[in-house]
């Protein structure tokens, strides 16, 4: 990693750990969880976010069973509409013993990175299915958590009997770990500042028809992940009017040339970035779910590649 990129990860974490310092501490973790699964908060909610139902408590769980079957079936449904994509794509004709295949140099780590955004958008999805049911606004983010993380250890015990490859240890920890980061956002408000977002355009491989597989779920060449930075959040009182809330910044990583090992390269980004939620009008809890779920999303914007070399983008798609 050379010293320009050194350099922007060191302002990022410093930016974080300044506003993390200046929160309050936290009761004990175990005490939290406790009070979450009792449905009782230990971290107020905020009671100015939108209701998905107008009996809805933010503070206590009320599971209304009508909501709860809807929300278990349509979760069901896309459980198994994903595992039947998987077996006819990813692990089509892949099947053998279950085993273990470190894999820490797959992709220049780039899909690590891929396993930790898709943790945490599987537990964001998770928590908004259990508020619309009637968990708690703590409740629902061990709930969300719990779904999040029950569904990518599942894909990753898939991955298990795969011939080519097998159980990757390395993607499961960063599984579990975006699948926690929604959980450590709602106990340490500063990161609520940082998201993870993804872009993507199909690869030259993938369009020619060179990339093993054929599909998009490991097309790495063409996807970027990142981690937006809403700055109007970090800055001091007397500095925000000078910045737009809406506008942020994003550090993205990704991984290209992988077909050639002597070229591939991992590129490091730093471009601008927008919080949708400050773009599209409208405050419902639905809208305001969507735009949160757009937030995961990162859309072209200026750039600027500052590893391994320098290159500017007028817009960067992927």
């Known amino acids: ?45 905020d009671t100015s976010y939108p209701r998905p139902f107008p009996e809805y408590d933010f503070d206590r769980t009320s599971i209304v069973p009508w909501r709860a079957a809807v929300i278990g079936g349509a979760l069901t449904a896309v459980f198994i509409g994903l595992d039947i994509y998987q077996r006819n794509s ?14 820490n140099d797959y992709a220049l780590q780039v899909d690590k990175v891929g396993h930790f955004y898709g943790g945490a958008l599987s537990t964001f999805i998770g928590r908004k299915s259990a508020q619309w049911t009637g968990f708690s606004d703590e409740a629902s983010v061990w ?9 990518e250890l599942w894909v990753e015990y898939q991955d298990g009997f795969a011939t080519d490859w097998g159980f990757s240890p390395g993607d499961a920890i960063m599984d579990v770990a975006g699948a926690l980061y929604p959980v ?55 500095w925000k009017p000078y910045w737009p809330e809406w506008l ?3 550090l993205g990583v990704s ?6 090992r002597d070229e591939r390269f991992r590129g490091v980004i ?31 914007a200026p750039a600027v ?14």
């Open 1 to 45: 990693m050379n010293n320009r990129v050194r350099i922007v990860f060191a302002i990022v974490f410093f930016h974080a750990a300044v506003a993390a310092s200046q929160q309050p501490a936290d009761p004990a973790f175990a005490l939290k969880f406790g009070a979450a699964i009792s449905g009782h908060d230990f971290v107020p909610a």
């Open 90 to 103: 990813w692990w089509k004709g892949q099947r053998g013993e279950f085993h273990i295949a470190p894999d």
């Open 143 to 151: 709930v969300g958590a719990l779904i999040g993380t029950t569904f």
């Open 184 to 238: 450590a956002q709602h106990y340490v408000p500063p990161l609520a500042a940082f998201q993870p977002k993804f872009s993507y355009y199909p690869s030259n491989d993938l369009l020619e028809g060179r990339h093993k597989g054929g599909n998009i779920i490991d097309d790495y060449q063409g996807q970027t992940y990142w981690m937006g930075i809403q700055v109007h959040e970090l800055l001091p009182p007397s």
């Open 248 to 250: 942020g910044l994003a």
């Open 255 to 260: 991984a290209r040339n992988l077909s050639n």
């Open 270 to 300: 730093v471009s601008l970035d927008y919080d949708v939620t400050k773009i599209i009008p409208g405050d419902s809890w639905f809208l305001r779910s969507l735009k949160e779920g757009l937030n995961f999303v990162h859309f072209p």
């Open 305 to 318: 590649r500052i590893s391994p070399d320098v290159v500017f983008y007028g817009l960067y798609f992927n």
